[in-house]
């Protein structure tokens, strides 16, 4: 079971990297806009583990997890990512670069609420969010086409700033095809390992998609965010944490939706959701106003993730004492 989880983590760590490397040297040899790369493989090319393990999740009767990993991948984002990044070097943000896609994020989060409060995410809406989702990015291309502004400049740094790309043809396909193979072949294993530990445990589903599982397949935006603080690119990092939350409500729920329905608990409903709304509603202002972020900051978004994390356990406990 351990063994399983390790495994999975490794494989999904790994082969989400040799994707976005691979889709993106791809994408440079056929003259592909940076723009296009940084918004599109770059923004969302790291939350491939996320969109593997919740479709894995839901399609292997394990909707918790497929739902818990995409709340708990976007605090982790919001907490984790953030704070540590931050404590790397402190975040100056450019409200021109993150104004629009962030607006987005609070947009998709309440889209998000309103559609989990409804019980379940059925095909329909599932079809709908990634409507949404490509309705998003064609209208970004199209203004950042149109305008050089600072968004269109934050996406083509981001395509910019991948290194270690593979430079033959052949390689690059191998670092796509054997990337994608490793993170379902890891997703597998993850999801194997995580529902084993929740039933022999007697923890909820959900409390280990928001918990491990989200943290697992939150580590390529977390090795992406800290190279970037250490080069002094506070804008990159922001802009995948933003990219990031955007796929993952819109387009792994979308994705895992047409798969399978995908329910909300009554836990998720109760609490989880809007500790993901407060975040974004505390989050969003701060972007937009021209936000530092620094270390006394980061410590207190890594303390709120510690306290969260501690709060599903505790939730846990207190469900399963005796009386």
Not at 4 to 31: D, H, I, K, P, W
Not at 165 to 177: A, C, E, G, K, S
Request: with cysteine.
């Amino acid at each position: 079971m351990l063994l399983s989880l390790v495994v999975g983590f490794m494989l999904l760590f790994a082969g989400g990297e040799m994707v976005v490397r691979g889709a993106v040297a791809l994408a440079r040899r056929f003259e592909v806009s940076p723009m296009v790369i940084g918004l599109t493989i770059v923004g969302f090319g790291t939350s491939l583990p996320e969109l593997l393990v919740s479709v894995n999740a839901a399609l292997t009767g394990a909707p918790g997890i497929a739902v818990g990993n995409v709340i708990g991948s976007n605090l982790a984002n919001m907490m984790l990512i953030l704070g540590v990044a931050a404590l790397v070097f402190p975040l100056a943000v450019n409200p021109g670069a993150v104004r629009r896609d962030s607006l987005f994020m609070a947009a998709f989060t309440a889209i998000f609420i309103i559609v989990a409060l409804g019980g379940s995410a059925d095909r329909y809406e599932g079809a709908l969010m990634l409507a949404a989702l490509v309705g998003y990015v064609v209208l970004s291309l199209w203004q950042d086409a149109r305008v050089s502004n600072g968004a269109s400049q934050l996406h083509r740094e981001e395509a910019d700033s991948m290194t270690g790309l593979p430079t033959r043809l052949w390689l690059m396909v191998l670092f796509v095809v054997g990337g994608l193979l490793s993170v379902v072949v890891g997703a597998d294993h993850l999801v194997g390992g995580a529902t084993a530990l929740a039933r022999d445990a007697g923890v909820p589903d959900e409390v280990i998609g928001l918990t491990l599982v989200a943290v697992g397949t939150s580590l390529p935006e977390v090795a992406t965010a800290i190279v970037a603080a250490y080069r002094r690119h506070a804008d990159i990092c922001i802009g995948n944490v933003i990219g990031s939350n955007i796929f993952n409500l819109f387009g792994i729920l979308g994705i895992t939706a047409l798969a399978a329905p995908v329910p909300f608990s009554d836990k998720i409903v109760g609490f989880d959701l809007w500790v993901l709304g407060a975040m974004t509603l505390l989050l969003v202002p701060l972007l937009l106003t021209g936000w530092r972020l620094g270390r006394r900051e980061a410590l207190l978004l890594l303390a709120l993730y510690c306290v969260y994390i501690l709060s599903q356990f505790q939730e846990w406990n207190d469900l399963t004492a005796p009386v």
